[in-house]
């Protein structure tokens, strides 16, 4: 069943001879539950595709669908609360509040909802994720790995449509990198959580079921992995 559409995706940046293409006329369809990585070189349109996907930045041409939602009509105001509501988003740096602790960190989405947050949930989360004992820290009192485990609770608590994860281990060492992607491997196969993924690297995208490669705005591979 298909979750996330795109139809003749495009964003340019300025004007005449100084324009830039950053995506030019992608068309592609996420299914539910999938796990796909989106690769290519630097200023090849990744990180862009991402940020359209999440809503974070407008399409200059094109749809893009959640859902059945055209997210590419919605107000600001309408876009902030479905982005927060329907996408998970982690990012390299994590971008966690520095003055709140690790549980309401997770639990912002919900707080900012005015919302009574699932407690079953969020401990089933926290413990998955091996936070438990973490709760009460701050941001500044965690290690890279606790941090970016930390985004990843906040970005599965409100249970999104998809995730998507724009180079989530490109700041942490092997070992950390190794136990975040394991922990998005296990939210795709137990939780069913639908994933994209965008990345560099080859041996990252190979977790994934799918392998979408993009150069200069383009889709010029799209596979699936054995």
């Not at 862009?48 to 107000?75: A, F, K, N, Q, W």
């Not at 820290?137 to 606790?146: F, I, K, V």
């Not at 992607?181 to 977790?207: C, G, P, V, W």
């Amino acid at each position: 069943m298909e979750i996330l559409k795109c139809q003749n995706l495009t964003k340019t940046y300025g004007r005449g001879t100084n324009q830039i293409t950053a995506l030019d006329h992608i068309n592609l369809s996420i299914e539910r539950g999938s796990f796909t990585a989106v690769v290519g070189a630097s200023g090849s349109g990744k990180s862009t595709l991402l940020h359209m996907l999440g809503g974070v930045d407008r399409p200059t041409e094109g749809s893009i669908y959640i859902e059945d939602t055209d997210i590419s009509t919605l107000t600001l105001e309408q876009l902030a609360v479905f982005r927060r509501r329907k996408v998970g988003l982690v990012y390299q740096f994590y971008n966690l509040i520095p003055t709140l602790n690790v549980r309401k960190n997770i639990l912002l989405p919900v707080l900012l909802d005015g919302e009574k947050p699932d407690e079953a949930r969020f401990e089933k989360l926290v413990t998955t994720l091996g936070l438990s004992d973490r709760l009460s820290h701050y941001p500044r009192e965690l290690s890279g790995g606790q941090q970016q485990r930390t985004a990843i609770a906040r970005s599965l608590i409100y249970q999104p449509a998809i995730l998507l994860a724009d180079e989530p281990t490109g700041n942490l060492d092997r070992k950390n990198s190794d136990e975040t992607l394991e922990l998005l491997r296990l939210s795709n196969r137990q939780y069913k959580q639908t994933i994209l993924l965008i990345t560099h690297d080859e041996k990252t995208a190979l977790m994934a079921d799918r392998i979408i490669t993009l150069e200069d705005g383009k889709i010029i591979a799209d596979e699936v992995t054995d």
